[in-house]
């Protein structure tokens, strides 16, 4: 399948890990191909986001924030006798302050210069590590590939990607694309017409 894949789509592909890495996950996410799309405008895909107002650095806030629990969350794991507050005070009196937030391996890479070199930089290193894809980012990849032959195209680009991603619609990400003001069906709805415009 990945034979099939554009330069613009591998840049996705890469760019969800780096994505990944930088927001300090443990696995890759569809969320986070969508990040990588937001990160080349000028690709297909990338275009439709970039028109919407949807920057990389918005889906990275979005994604964080999804990532986040909300007070709904922490008043059920209270009612469960778990308190947040607690475990982090707790956490940070054992390993030092900040230690829930630290990035996996120690890395010590700060946002911007990450972002400077993406995607040109290759993991090297004792300091990088393997991200491994969730099943909602290889479902979305799958559906590329769906979605690439149902509009009749020899080739997985970038707008393949994005169309996979939404499809399968999974909460974190479709919670992302309500936090930059939009859901899968309207991003979508906007995406295909971008696409029958330039055809």
Do not use: Y
């Amino acid at each position: 399948m990945f034979e099939r894949f554009t330069k613009e789509a591998r840049f996705a592909v890469i760019g969800a890990q780096e994505e990944a890495r930088l927001l300090r996950h443990s696995r890759i996410g569809a969320e986070h191909l969508l990040a990588a799309v937001a990160g080349r405008p000028e690709s297909p895909g990338g275009a439709t986001l970039a028109r919407l107002g949807i920057t990389v650095e918005a889906c990275r806030e979005a994604i964080r924030s999804a990532a986040e629990l909300g007070e709904d969350d922490a008043e059920a794991l209270r009612s469960l006798g778990i308190d947040l507050s607690a475990v982090r005070a707790r956490a940070e009196r054992a390993f030092g302050p900040g230690a829930l937030d630290r990035a996996p391996d120690g890395a010590d890479e700060d946002e911007e210069a990450s972002s400077r070199r993406w995607p040109f930089r290759v993991a090297k290193g004792p300091r990088q590590h393997h991200i491994p894809f969730a099943k909602d980012a290889k479902q979305a990849l799958e559906q590329s590939l769906r979605e690439a032959l149902a509009r009749r195209e020899n080739r997985i680009g970038a707008e393949h990607v994005v169309l996979g991603v939404l499809t399968v619609g999974h909460p974190s990400t479709v919670k992302a694309l309500r936090a930059l003001g939009t859901d899968p069906a309207a991003l979508r709805a906007e995406l295909l017409a971008d696409l029958r415009a330039a055809a």
